[in-house]
């Protein structure tokens, strides 16, 4: 009996969790579902909508936010100091910021879709960006949280090699040009060894993206 992660067989909003447990050595299963199976499996999960995090004793914890950092403490990557804490937080809630922009975009018919996510990218977008730019700077392009890696690097990792692997319509892969930092730092954590043996693992599909040279 182990842990299950319910979710589409995409990197999403799962990815992070994933990475915990596989970085922290925690025998996990994916339960994959697609459009077709997901209705019939709906009303099984707290709120109706995955990822859920199943425990071995069946008991489900749903919203990614609160199953990140759940595994991010079992795995040892949720910094005990508060403080430190609270800046991996911090770094979760203004990348949260950035990629809730595009929300309203998904459902848009493509053309409308591509604009309008382009102008989000020239405005508020870019606004994000340059902050997310700004505190990975800050630390020197190290970890965002203290001297160790943290969820909230995950995070940032998985939403950059998301948003450039050319499978999200009107993002540009080449999204980083202008924010080397961010960009290096991407890199840098592809590179992590927990991380890169995921992906060695994982190779399909856009995941092909989350490796660290891509
Ligand atoms: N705030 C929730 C949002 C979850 C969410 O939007 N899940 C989507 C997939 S990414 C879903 O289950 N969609 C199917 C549905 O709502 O029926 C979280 O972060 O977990």
Redesign the pocket.
Known sequence: MSYKIHYFPVP??AEVSRLCLSIGHIPYEDVHYTGAT?PEA?PKFPF????VLEFPDGKML????AIERYTAKLAGLYPEDPLQAAFADQAVFLLNDFNDLFTSTYNLPLEEKVKARQEILAGKGSEKLKMLEKLVASVGGKYLAGDKLSYADLALFVSFSTMTSGQYDGIPKDLLKDYPTLKAFRNKIASEPGVKAYYDRNSEGFRAAFKPDA
């Open positions: 999403g909003r997901f709906k109706g909508q995955v990822p749903a919203q990614s936010g």
